[in-house]
Nanobody, 126 residues
Framework: QVHLVESGGGSVQTGGSLRLSCAAS????????MGWFREAPGKEREWVAT??????RTYVADSGRFTISQDVPKNTIYLQLNSLKPEDTAMYYC?????????????????????WGQGTQVTVSS
C-alpha cells in the first residue's frame, strides 16, 4: 500500500529556509514521478515541483528559490525552500505517480497524481 509522510514544515520569518521531506513506502521510489504541491487557505492546490526519480530530472515552478531532490536508498524526496516569503505560507503536500516518469516542464496538476500525503504546514511571517 502506497504511503507518503511529509515532515519538516514550521514557522519561519521572511527570508528563512526550510527543508521538507517526504518518506515513501509501499512501492519503488526509483521508478516514479514525485511531486510537491501547496494549498493556501481559500486558494486552489498549486504545483511547486516534480522529480522523475528514474532519471533525476527535476521541474520547479520557482527554480530560483526552491529545489527538489531525492535520496532513493532512503525512499525519500525533499523540497528545499529558500528566501521564503509570506505568500509561500501554505500546506505543502507530497504526491506520487508510481511506475511512471515525469517528462515535461510543467505545470503539473493534482489530477496527475493518485497518491497523496497528509501535508506539512509552512508559515512565513513578515
Amino acid at each position: 500500500q502506497v504511503h507518503l509522510v511529509e515532515s519538516g514544515g514550521g514557522s519561519v520569518q521572511t527570508g528563512g529556509s526550510l527543508r521538507l521531506s517526504c518518506a515513501a513506502s509501499g512501492y519503488t521510489l526509483s521508478t516514479s514521478c514525485m511531486g510537491w504541491f501547496r494549498e493556501a487557505p481559500g486558494k486552489e492546490r498549486e504545483w511547486v515541483a516534480t522529480i522523475s526519480t528514474a532519471y533525476g530530472r527535476t521541474y520547479v515552478a520557482d527554480s530560483g528559490r526552491f529545489t527538489i531532490s531525492q535520496d532513493v536508498p532512503k525512499n525519500t524526496i525533499y523540497l528545499q525552500l529558500n528566501s521564503l516569503k509570506p505568500e509561500d505560507t501554505a500546506m505543502y503536500y507530497c504526491a506520487a505517480r508510481i511506475e511512471s516518469t515525469c517528462t515535461f516542464e510543467g505545470p503539473y496538476t493534482s489530477r496527475m497524481f493518485p497518491y497523496w500525503g497528509q501535508g506539512t504546514q509552512v508559515t512565513v511571517s513578515s
